[in-house]
């Protein structure tokens, strides 16, 4: 019975550190990320420039995205993604305090969900899984 009481506290501490890391800001709402994003495009600096070695893309790149109201989005990066294309499309929404998409090409075309955390002077962006998709800085937002 000890050993499940620590077991079940120490989950809960876990899941606490996951719900919220005031370390990388403050997590946006559903709300807020589609009024954020709605066409409008979006630099990505690479995670390797940010000692983030938790990314989910390797190497040097900058990544740009523009998120249309339609729902459809248009990437272009400064090199090959994952699916061997510089450049790709896919769709976006929201879903609760996510925002998902699925790209044609990039991400071995999986559906993939995201949460945006306001920086002073950037964006974090990260998979649900985790890892890093990349940081915005908020004057590279057009």
């Given at each position: 019975?000890k050993?499940?009481?620590?077991?079940?506290?120490?989950?809960c501490?876990?899941?606490?550190?996951?719900a919220?890391?005031p370390?990388?800001?403050?997590?946006?709402?559903?709300?807020?990320?589609?009024?954020?994003?709605?066409n409008?495009m979006f630099?990505?600096t690479?995670a390797a420039n940010?000692?983030d070695?938790?990314?989910?893309f390797?190497g040097?790149?900058t990544?740009?995205l523009?998120?249309?109201?339609?729902?459809?989005?248009?990437?272009m990066?400064?090199?090959?993604?994952?699916?061997?294309?510089?450049?790709?499309?896919?769709?976006?929404?929201?879903?609760?305090?996510l925002?998902?998409?699925q790209?044609?090409?990039?991400?071995d075309?999986?559906?993939?969900c995201?949460?945006?955390r306001?920086m002073?002077?950037n964006?974090?962006?990260r998979f649900t899984?985790g890892?890093?998709?990349?940081i915005?800085?908020k004057?590279?937002?057009?």
């Amino acid at each position: 019975m000890k050993k499940f009481i620590i077991l079940w506290l120490s989950l809960c501490f876990t899941l606490a550190a996951f719900a919220d890391n005031p370390n990388e800001g403050t997590q946006l709402t559903g709300a807020q990320i589609k009024t954020l994003i709605s066409n409008k495009m979006f630099a990505f600096t690479d995670a390797a420039n940010h000692n983030d070695v938790s990314s989910t893309f390797s190497g040097s790149y900058t990544l740009y995205l523009v998120f249309f109201n339609d729902g459809k989005l248009s990437g272009m990066s400064t090199s090959d993604m994952r699916g061997g294309r510089s450049g790709d499309t896919g769709r976006w929404w929201i879903k609760g305090d996510l925002q998902c998409g699925q790209y044609d090409h990039w991400l071995d075309q999986k559906e993939f969900c995201v949460t945006w955390r306001e920086m002073p002077t950037n964006y974090i962006v990260r998979f649900t899984t985790g890892k890093l998709s990349g940081i915005i800085p908020k004057d590279r937002i057009q």
